[in-house]
């Protein structure tokens, strides 16, 4: 089954793919092709014969997808599906942000990514209406909400960014729109202007092993009230499991033991429940590594606060440890974001002969920002200390994976080709 738009595509491997016995063209931009042999999308669906077509699950555990991570920090895995997970996430996400048959969907997040964070199947299950996009540009994005009513969309931060420095910004108004926003920690100044266009952030977060988002930032009585930057401040933490996930969410340290809710005693993210994934497809070996106490391990280190909600320090591999002391690269990355030439920005750590290691921060500049090194490097050590503000700033486009996160990896890797990277006596 494929787009017409992408015949070129299909040409060229058809004769690569003898068992395939029938190709089926989706017509919308692009006419039917005639040399592509099969029926066009409306007419095979009209050719099912009567009957249900319907096949019941031997097991809920039975697998219903693959879906692979998306290689932030490494070569993807296989990440293994069931059933029962797929449908108490979907519905998780419904109830979490509000959808029902009503609601418009507008499709910013990629369908492959965690099954669009089973939205695919949610919004389907609700009735609600999809609004599916071919490519995501900011002035499309802008159109469809205000000519068709759009209720509801998720999407990275990266795609939030991109909305709000975007020309249209400026006359828009973004009342009355649900966002759900997860992939990456959102800064709060991302919060900050996306709400004070009108539209209400729920900042969710997960992982692919977790069919997608796996809690969010309850609201909480009194928080409308407070000024939009305390408010932005609370909204960027990760908050709390959905209500369908249990309360199988812990921070804990490294015999597994939980970690003080004092908001600052840093611990690795654990899960399990339902919607925690079956294993890694065909790799036993990272399977056991990642359930290794009967938890699955995020990855992610984060504090616990006293309310019970926690907040994302870094990835583990991407914390800085300069000089014996700990540097979360994501708290360096909120900072360098307030300021107002910084477009996006990334923090990771370079070597240094002295300190070992030393953050560097790699930057995409708002169109028209004149901004230097020195600016950035004495912007962040005027509200950090000191030791935690960059000391080498780079400008540049940043890479990033499909599903528009920053591969930090790369930016690190080259960084350290030729060296290895040793943390407190280990190499990384």
């Known amino acids: 089954m494929f787009d017409t738009e992408f ?146 969309m998720c999407g990275a931060p990266t795609v939030l960014t991109m909305m709000y420095s975007a020309p249209e910004a400026a006359e828009a108004d973004l009342t009355g729109l649900s966002i759900m926003t997860a992939g990456a920690p959102p800064a709060p100044q991302v919060i900050r202007t996306i709400e004070g266009m009108g539209a209400v952030i ?8 977790t069919y997608g988002p796996h809690t969010i930032c309850a609201m909480q009585p009194g928080w409308d009230e407070l000024p939009i930057e305390e408010r932005a401040n609370l909204k960027s933490r990760q908050g709390v499991p959905f209500i369908l996930a249990g309360p199988y969410l812990r921070v804990v340290d490294e015999d597994m033991h939980d970690v003080p809710q004092d908001s600052k005693s840093m611990g690795e993210v654990v899960m399990r429940g339902n919607n925690v994934m079956t294993g890694y497809f065909d790799d036993k070996d990272a399977t056991d590594t990642a359930f290794k106490g009967g938890w699955f391990h995020s990855g992610d280190l984060a504090v616990w606060h006293p309310d019970g909600y926690i907040e994302l320090q870094d990835r583990a591999k991407d914390i800085i440890i300069s000089g014996g002391e700990n540097i979360s690269s994501q708290e360096v990355e909120k900072v360098i974001m307030e300021h107002p030439g910084v477009l996006e920005v990334c923090v990771v750590g370079v070597p240094d002969d002295r300190w070992g290691e030393v953050p560097k921060a790699f930057i995409s500049a708002r169109e028209g920002a004149n901004i230097d090194s020195q600016e950035i490097i004495a912007f962040t050590q005027e509200r950090i200390a000191r030791f935690k503000a960059p000391k080498h700033v780079e400008f540049g486009d940043l890479p990033k994976t499909a599903t528009g996160k920053i591969q930090k990896f790369i930016l690190r890797d080259r960084e350290w080709e030729g060296r290895e990277r040793r943390i407190q006596g280990s190499k990384v």
């Open 7 to 152: 015949a070129d595509t299909v040409r060229g491997f058809m004769g690569d793919v003898p068992n395939v016995e029938t190709f089926v063209q989706v017509a919308d931009v692009a006419p039917v092709v005639d040399d592509i042999p099969g029926p066009e999308y409306e007419d095979f669906l009209d050719s099912a014969p009567e009957g249900t077509h319907r096949e019941e699950l031997d097991s809920e555990l039975d697998p219903i997808a693959i879906n692979y991570t998306s290689g932030t920090t490494g070569l993807p895995k296989g990440v293994q599906y069931h059933a029962r997970g797929a449908y108490l996430n979907a519905l998780g996400e419904m109830v979490e942000s509000g959808v029902t048959w009503r609601s418009i969907y507008l499709w910013t997040l990629p369908m492959f990514h965690c099954n669009g964070w089973c939205h695919t199947w949610g919004i389907t299950a609700m009735g609600g209406t999809h609004l599916c996009l071919r490519r995501v540009d900011a002035a499309e994005i802008y159109r469809l909400i205000r000519e068709k009513g759009v209720t509801n």
């Open 202 to 209: 729920h900042h969710a977060y997960g992982l692919t092993e």
